[in-house]
């Protein structure tokens, strides 16, 4: 069987595994998935209609460590890989699981082919077969949902992790705790990674171990390490999973925007240095990447709007409209009038 990471030679183009890569392919992959992503964080902000980051946890999730954890799984394109849930629109997970830029900027400009057309709150799509699974609800939602999913392929014997990024935001909702606390109880595989917040004044996990002893999990803390060696502690943390230890907390803690893709650059030097990869193909990695995007935004800018009335089929559904009570008349709080009661103004 491929060790963890080893099982995707194409990342971020959609194509499914062929065979088990070597280091210097994985590297070389993690590096071409690092540099789209990169790019696609770039540009998704200057896309007309889109809200700028931070956007539901978009900015907090988009950084080279991402790619690497992803990267540390076991990814496969026939539904027998590890689990993701990659958080709301961050790019890294998703490409390293075999999603790709045309597909991602598709979803999160209300074009996607998914069941909601990218018109979904969670602002992803599930892919059974990719391992994809996607983001919906407020934070803390997904840990619950990832914990029954790693306790799912626990109880089949199959030797799948579940991994979820959330928010920094997540661990003050209820939620959040009882995933974590769940998955702790049953020993199921599940590999939790906390962003930092995204917000100023957003909340943090007070400090490293709080939740970890509480719910007795292992806990990793993750800076500015470099990118070969966290994909390292990531593979050792899943083994750890898989061999009935438990969930894994991975915290993240906050790099300066410079800092955010640093890690891509070192892991290039370090290839360099050590005769990993050769120099063309390095100096060639990020140029096609930004090249591939740019195709994927040309042609995304080619295609239609959604139409109006399709994109708002989800609310008009027929049912009675209250809208908050800052908007009734009079504005008193509890105030429940019906936004158009019998024999008002639409009849």
Known sequence: ?????????????????????????????????GFQTKTLAIAVTDL?????????GFGSLSDARTVAIAFAMERRGDGSGDLCC???????????????PLEFLRHVTGRGTGPNNGRGGGLSWSDRRRGLVAAAGPPGTMTQVMAGAAMAVQHRREPRAALVFES????DSGGWHEGLNLAASQHAPLILVMAPPSTPGGQDLPHRGTPADAYGVECLTVHD????????????????????GGPVLIRLLPLDPEEQWAGLDGLVDECRDKGLIPEPVLDELPIRAERDVNHALRRLE???????AEALAPVLDGALRVPPWTRQDPPVPGNRTPLNPPGGILG
């Open 86 to 100: 990659p958080g709301p629109a961050a790019p890294g997970p998703i490409l390293a699981f075999g999603g790709t």
């Open 1 to 33: 069987m491929p060790t963890a990471g080893e099982s995707v030679g194409n990342a971020g183009n959609g194509q499914a595994p062929t065979a088990p890569t070597n280091g210097a392919t994985r590297l070389e992959d993690l590096l071409f998935c």
């Open 168 to 171: 920094g935001r997540a661990a």
């Open 48 to 56: 007309d209609g889109t809200p700028p980051p931070p956007w539901t």
């Open 302 to 308: 080619r295609e239609p709007l959604p139409d109006p």
């Open 225 to 244: 390490e470099p990118l070969g060696e966290l994909l390292d502690r990531v593979g050792e943390a899943r083994s750890h999973a898989l061999g009935s």
